[in-house]
């Protein structure tokens, strides 16, 4: 997953990681989300500016539903900033065929403009959704839950960084109502009292 350019250099200590989100009122941050080693950013990256830092090694982009189609649409996609300055992509969700991807799941689409970028590429496997959805019911989801975007590059990245340094950023834990934001929120808190990363609040909620 992770090249050698992406790790600190031998005896800098664990690996440091933001994850940024699009909430508002994420207050000053740009100085520590920037001093990370790893920051990872979410589709249009809102607040891509001195508060929220200027830095992005991975950006996720969602690729099912419209806001790939509008990507793929428009032709200055590539050359949006937060694009160029990434070094890896991650796709969050795994690729559907035939009837059940049509008009859904634009990853291949995504993949084909994207590869003269020259960016490593991951998508996100079905068992690391089935983990996901695991992990919410046992945080109070019902039935089978629709994780978020964020809840599972935030897991992705705590099972393949175990010893990482994890920051959270940004995550207001609201918006599309299909996801069980109440569950995510509780994961996340529970993650963050048990050590595995550290949840920085809004500053309205500060």
Do not use: Y
Request: glycine share 10%.
């Amino acid at each position: 997953m992770f090249r050698d350019r992406d790790h600190p250099a031998a005896g800098a200590g664990p690996l440091s990681l933001a994850i940024v989100g699009n909430a508002p009122d994420i207050g000053d941050r740009g100085a520590q989300i920037d001093s990370c080693d790893m920051v990872v950013r979410f589709n249009n990256a809102a607040g891509f500016t001195r508060a929220s830092g200027r830095r992005v090694t991975h950006l996720a982009l969602v690729n099912r539903g419209g806001q790939p189609r509008e990507w793929l649409e428009d032709e200055g996609f590539t050359r949006r900033s937060e694009l160029r300055a990434a070094r890896r992509v991650i796709l969050p969700f795994p690729a559907l065929d035939g009837k059940e991807g049509a008009g859904l799941c634009h990853t291949e689409a995504l993949l084909r403009r994207l590869s003269p970028l020259g960016l490593g590429v991951e998508v996100l496997d079905e068992a690391l959704h089935r983990q996901a959805r695991a992990s919410l019911r046992e945080h109070g989801a019902k039935g089978a839950p629709n994780p978020s975007t964020g809840f599972l590059v935030a897991l992705h990245m705590a099972r393949a960084l175990p010893q990482a340094r994890i920051h959270v950023f940004g995550f207001g834990f609201a918006g599309w109502r299909g996801h069980p934001w109440a569950a995510e929120r509780r994961w996340f808190e529970t993650a963050h009292r048990e050590r595995r990363l550290t949840l920085h609040p809004l500053r309205a909620l500060a």
